[in-house]
């Protein structure tokens, strides 16, 4: 920013009549524990507020809101020889993009000041604690459950998408910025025989802004269009990356690749580039010819395809690990059969170009596909702060761990199910190639799985064990 906007800026903060949840203000530096904890609980209440950021300046009197002037300068503070942004930032779970500013605001009148972007749907915490503003007050957010819900369940991100990246443009600039010819190949529309008419597309999507003759390009034309992320900022943090480890531990990286280009407009170069990385298998199970992918390609695109913001894919020897940033919407037990994002804006742009599919979360096409390959079941762990959505490489069904077992056999109660079909012995059976002289171990299996009740029988009153049949709990 320049100065002058940080002038005006500073003049409309303290125009209000008080601080607020967005909004702080110190007259000196008192200590960096407490930046830390005011950046966690600023970003955390904008995003409460509804607010794309928060605000912390120092040189102001928090009383009068007079413009007093401060000693402290951000940029030049250290602890040891680490920079104090950088200190704050290795200190934040998620590293968010806080930007500090040192500037004059008039003479001999120096400002510090942070502009703090909202929490997306993961509560900010310094040094592995959560805060929040309550009125001009900052507390400690896991006493107030309630907000800590909230910021889970949030919508900013929709508001996010629609805000401008890049401003000040004219019409030349956003064909400049953004590949738009590829918005209309993926959309199946011609393209437009103007610019004008063009940008109004654009508009419609939310890809673009109009302000008096000028225009904008939003975080959402940006993240998909974006000829280079990096020419957008903080956007160029939101990109895809892929790591490959030697081996099957974190210990040794063997490549690592970040997207530069918006998502919709590499996706296929991501996908080409992560199916390099995979091994063809030999032999997989009795069905497949030799020479294919170590995993199914179909399967591995709807999954990245469903989690794209701030993903990372990371390839061992024997699985890929997909996480994102945060906790679904929805259970995880009902991914196969109920829909929901976050980014519902972005993911309805995604299905209509074709990238994911148009109902559901993909993930019942993506089992269907383990399944063909007699692949271990997929497993999705909902941790704190990721989603981790795991697919493992083939091995056969006496190497499995009972725990596999019984998610592989909850999976494919879910995809029948969702076919409008019952889970059987049989079709138990040949999900995993099992003769039918050993249908006593598909039996096994599904009784491990009725005890943990994850599946139920269809007809709990039919005692013929030949011709039952199961469904999920949920059905």
Not at 113 to 135: C, D, Q, T
Not at 329 to 356: P, Q, T, W
Request: net charge neutral.
């Amino acid at each position: 920013m320049e100065v002058s906007e940080l002038q005006k800026l500073t003049e409309r903060l303290t125009s209000i009549s008080r601080e607020s949840e967005t909004v702080e203000f110190k007259a000196n530096f008192h200590s960096k524990e407490e930046i830390g904890e005011r950046i966690s609980a600023l970003s955390n209440s904008a995003c409460l507020e509804k607010q794309p950021f928060a605000y912390l300046v120092f040189g102001i009197d928090d009383k009068t809101h007079r413009i007093v002037g401060t000693n402290f300068r951000s940029k030049e503070f250290m602890i040891g020889n680490e920079e104090l942004e950088l200190w704050l930032l290795n200190r934040l779970n998620p590293k968010i993009d806080f930007q500090c500013f040192d500037f004059l605001y008039a003479e001999n009148i120096h400002v510090a000041l942070y502009k703090i972007p909202a929490a997306e749907n993961i509560p900010v915490k310094f040094l592995n604690e959560s805060y929040i503003r309550i009125n001009s007050s900052t507390r400690k957010l896991i006493n107030y459950p309630d907000k800590e819900k909230q910021i889970w369940k949030n919508e900013l991100a929709e508001h996010f998408l629609l805000n401008d990246a890049m401003k000040n443009l004219s019409l030349t600039d956003i064909v400049k910025y953004l590949s738009t010819e590829s918005y209309f190949d993926l959309i199946k529309i011609p393209y437009s025989t103007t610019l004008e008419n063009m940008a109004m597309r654009l508009k419609e999507e939310g890809f673009v802004n109009e302000y008096d003759g000028s225009f904008s390009i939003t975080n959402l034309g940006a993240l998909l269009f974006a000829k280079n992320l990096k020419e957008f900022g903080n956007l160029a943090r939101k990109a895809v990356r892929v790591i490959k480890y030697v081996g099957r531990n974190k210990i040794e990286t063997e490549r690592d690749m970040i997207g530069s280009k918006g998502y919709a407009l590499g996706f296929d170069t991501l996908m080409e580039w992560i199916n390099g990385q995979l091994p063809a298998n030999e032999v997989i199970g009795k069905s497949l010819r030799r020479d294919v992918r170590m995993y199914p390609e179909i399967a591995l695109r709807e999954l990245v395809a469903n989690s794209i913001i701030h993903q990372t894919i990371e390839i061992f020897n024997d699985r890929i690990e997909i996480s994102n940033p945060g906790q679904p919407i929805i259970h995880s037990d009902r991914f196969i059969d109920e829909y929901g994002s976050r980014n519902e804006k972005l993911a309805d742009v995604m299905r209509r170009m074709g990238f994911c599919e148009e109902k559901g979360s993909g993930l019942d096409k993506t089992i269907f596909h383990v399944e063909l390959y007699q692949l271990p079941p997929i497993n999705i762990v909902v941790q704190e702060n990721r989603t981790i959505v795991t697919l493992y490489s083939y091995k056969p069904l006496n190497e499995m761990g009972k725990d596999e077992k019984i998610r592989a056999c909850y999976q494919h109660a879910c995809l029948k199910y969702v076919s409008n079909e019952k889970m059987t012995n049989q079709t138990f059976r040949e999900r995993f190639g099992i003769e039918e002289h050993n249908a006593a171990l598909a039996s096994r299996i599904i009784k491990d799985t009725l005890l943990t009740k994850q599946i139920k029988e269809d007809n709990p009153d039919n005692q013929s064990r030949k011709y039952r049949k199961y469904v999920p709990w949920w059905a």
